[in-house]
Every structure is written in C-alpha cells, then in structure tokens.
C-alpha cells in the first residue's frame, strides 16, 4: 500500500513562486513513476508533469513548460513541484499520484495512487 500527502500549496500573487511537496510512504517508492495533476473548480483534472524512477527526462504539459520543475528524492521517498511565474490560471487543487503500470503517463488512469490535494491560489 502507497500513501500520497501534499503540502506547501498557498496563496500567492500572480509572478510569484511556490513549491508544493508529496510525500510517500511505502519502502518502493523509487520504482514508480511519479506524476502531478491539478483540478480547477468546475474543470475537468488535467496533468502538469511526471518524472520516472530514476528522475531522468522529466515530462511537462504544455501551459506549464518552462515554468515548472518536478523532481524526486528517492532517500527521502518526496517528490516536489518547483513553480515560477505563477498565473491566475495555474490556480487549482494539486494532486500527486504513483504508478508502477506503463503506458502514457500524462493520463489521470495510469496511476492507481492519489494524495488528498493542496490548494495552490494565485491572484492576479
């Protein structure tokens, strides 16, 4: 059994930065892929970024190429989101999630492990 538990979402202002943390339990956590997602009231959840288990050639939706970075510390069983230049836009419940199954990683289906969510905010 994987538990998932984010933290660190807050308000912040629009070009602000935030980092919001997973934390894993379960003694293999580094053999899964790692993914966020995020859900905006009244939208459908949408992904962000995955990063496989050995944190090599980490994988970002479009709206938030270049702005985010997601990344893992296998020995302390945590994965993070680093955002930069937040928008109102990137407003939403922010949910991690594992999997150990293959196939496109960027699909809310793949992963059979889902964290409660934090609230990000970002004002404009």
């Known amino acids: 059994q994987v538990q998932l538990v984010e933290s660190g979402g807050e308000l912040v202002q629009a070009g602000g930065s935030l980092r919001v943390s997973c934390a894993v339990s379960g003694r293999t956590f580094n053999s899964y892929v790692m993914g966020w997602f995020r859900q905006a009231p009244g939208k459908e959840r949408e992904f962000v970024a995955f990063?496989?288990?050995?944190?090599?050639?980490?994988y970002y939706a479009d709206p938030v190429k270049g702005r985010f970075t997601i990344a893992r510390d296998n020995a302390k069983n945590t994965m993070y989101l680093q955002m930069h230049a937040l928008k109102p836009e990137d407003t939403a419940v922010y949910f991690c999630a594992a999997s150990r199954r293959g196939g496109n990683r960027a699909q809310a289906t793949l992963y059979d492990y889902w964290g409660q969510g934090t609230q990000v905010t970002v004002s404009s």
């Open positions: 990063i496989s288990w050995g944190d090599v050639s980490p």
